[in-house]
Structures are given as C-alpha cells and as structure tokens.
C-alpha cells in the first residue's frame, strides 16, 4: 500500500463537489482581472478529465439573505441586494460606506453571485458536519477578502467566514489554512478574538494589497496566539513553499488539534499570475494541498483569488485530482475551451526565471517566530471556550489602540442560539444534472 508523507495509508476520501453552472455568466466588468468564467473552465476540465464521476456532485441550494448575516451585518446584506447598474447613481453614499463600486464593482446579478459562491462553501460544510464526506469542494468559494460590513479585494460576502461558523456547530476548533498570494484579511479578522479558530494566512508582505498580515499580528483576547501570518517576499518557489508551509502546518496541527479544516486555495500564488509575484507551480501549489489531506480531517476546499485565465482551471484541476486520489494524464484533454490552453496543451506548465527573493534565513527566521507564538499556546485550547465575539474587528491589529476602538464600536454580534434557528440548509443532491453532466463528459 502506497504511504503519504506522514507514512498514513492513503485511503481514498469521500469527495463532494459543489457547482452552479451559472457562476460563468457573471462579470465584474470589462477589463477587471476577476472573473467567475474561471470557475466554468475549471469544471469542465474536471469533467472532461473524467474525474466528476468519482465525486458526489451537487448544485448548491442557495443560502438566503439571513443566512449571510451570520457574519455580515443586516444593512451591508440589505444593500448587496438592492444595489443594481440602473439604480447606483441614487445610493453613493452607501457605496462608499460598503466599499462598493471600483475594485468591487456593481454589476448585473451581484446578489445571486454572492448566494451561488458562498452557497456552494456552506453546502459543503454541511456535507461534513453530516460525515456525509471527508472532503468537500466548491471552486467559487475563497472569496477571503470580505469584512462584516463592507466588500473588499474582489470579494463581497466571506463564504470562508460562513463556512467555518457552519463547521463550529460540530466542531469544537477549526483551522484555516491561505495559500492565495494575499493575506486572508477578513476571516483572520472575523475570527480575531476567538480561539476556537485558528488562521493561518501564508501571503506576499510589503507594498501589496490588503497590507495586513505581519508575523507579528496573533490575534487578541481569547484569541491571542489563534492567528498565524507567514509574510512572504517575491518569486516564492516551490521549494522554499514547502519548506515553511510544512513544518508551520505540522506545528499547528499538533498545538491545536482542530476538528476539521477549511483549505482557500487562491491560485494567484503560481508562477505568472497578472497580479501576483510567486512563483509556484502548480505541483507546488497542488502539494500544500496534498500536504493537508494527509491529515485526514474534515477539509472544506476553497477556491479564491487566481487572475492569469489558462493557469487557475489547471491549478483546481489538478488539486482536484489530488484530493481524489487520481492522477491524471499531463495532456490536456479535449474540453469546450481547449484552445486557452494552447499552444502546450499540458496540465503543468513550466516557472518563470525571477529571482526568489526569499533567502533561507529569512525563511528560518519567520519559522521560528511562528514556532514561538505556537509553543506559547495552551496545547489544546481547554474547557472556557469562547464562542460569541464572531466578525468583531474594523482594523486587523497593528495597533492595539485602533483595535480597541473597534472593538467598542462593534455591534451586532450573533450568538450560537440565533444561528442554530436559521433554517438547515438542504443540498439536493442533483441527479438530472449529474445525468447531464455525464453525458457531457460520454460526448467527448
Ligand atoms: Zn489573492
């Protein structure tokens, strides 16, 4: 029998897939880098891969407004809602108080675009707390960027944030991992104060949006030690990738012990993203992805962030087939955008030459600062579990005055008792549509 990295038997894991042939059809905007489309290829690469008959393949049954205000504030929900192109004009003030309109822009359907991404990571989530599978996977998700009350990065509603409240009703602490090239602002944020989740964010530092994620931001409160930031330089390769994300992962498992994972996967780290300046490959990507399935937790997989159109469809993929234990063939096979991928016409693409501007001690140095923070913890975070203080932070802490500004001007926090009413979500498991999609795949 074949062993992983952690010597474990690779026992094959129970997959569910979710996706809304609808996500396509939905722009931000002529010339903006962010496009849903992306998540289309990706799914039609998996089929023609032959790899969606091995998953549990559902169209995600959409989450209402309430549900969303979980985490994010009536008023904010209330706007994502209304706002359209035709009626803008009439609510600047507001667009400017939600941070809606430039990097976030208004467009047609934005509300059902939120529903579609965030529904398809809290389906998930749902799939797990039922133990109806090991693994779950919604490429629309990862949307990391978004605050309780204003949209930012691209990202409107935090399906990141949603998904983890959903996995804290079954589980006592849950860890989230984010390897997109940007920091995980808004679930670090929401989760600040808590221990009952750690973040654990792996992102260019320096000059680079959103600008938070310094190795010495750890969280607050109850949650001190609970975050985890891995500020990084340009042109990250693989092998330095690993040799900072593995032994981080390793220590954070043992320290913390969390019931289940939620894994952003963020394809803007690879090598030759349009915005990004890593210089992984997709192996190199895919193996961070390896790396956290061989723990054998409940894992929620997340898309994000991914701007370079041919890369992110190969980089899901291929972690697809990772997370299936099913390796697949390097050429790529006939699908309805077959002519993105050429002129190779292969999964793996080779890496740009730029310099990896992380040297091995400076490598060593942040790892033994977050060795440190985590060595400070209390092995396992004991019987005061501190549940309520979800979503409460403006400013991630650089300063801990601002932060308490924040804190006092926080409002609307939800308790587990409010959240436990909402209606349970339902997945309907799609068999027409699964049918279809077979049929599709038959075809080609
Ligand atoms: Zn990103």
Sequence with gaps: MMQDAHGSSMVKRRVSYFYDPDVGNYHYGQGHPMKPHRVRMTHNLIVNYGLFRKMDCFRPKLISAAQMTRFHTDDYINFLRLITPDNMADYVRQLQRFNVGEDCPVFDGLFEFCQIYASGSIGGAIRLNENLADIAINWAGGLHHAKKTEASGFCYVNDCVLGILELLKNHQRVLYIDIDIHHGDGVEEAFYTSNRVMTCSFHKFGEYFPGTGDVKDKGYDQGNGYAINVPLHDGMDDETYRTIFRPVIAKIMERFQPGAVVLQCGADSLSGDRLGCFKLSIKGHGDCVDYVKSFNLPTLVVGGGGYTLRNVPRCWTYETSVLLDTPIKDTIPYNDYFDYYGPEYRL?????NMENKNSPQYIEDIKQQVFHILDGLEAVPGAQIHTGQ?????????????????????????????????DNLENEHNDEYNDERKDEMDVN
Excluded: C, H
Excluded at 393 to 422: H, W
């Design 390 to 422: 979800i979503g409460t932070t403006q400013i991630p802490t650089t300063s801990l005055d601002q932060f308490v500004t924040a804190q006092k001007t926080n409002k609307g926090v939800r308790d587990d008792e409010q959240e436990n009413n909402d």
């Design 348 to 352: 793996i693409l080779p890496v740009s």
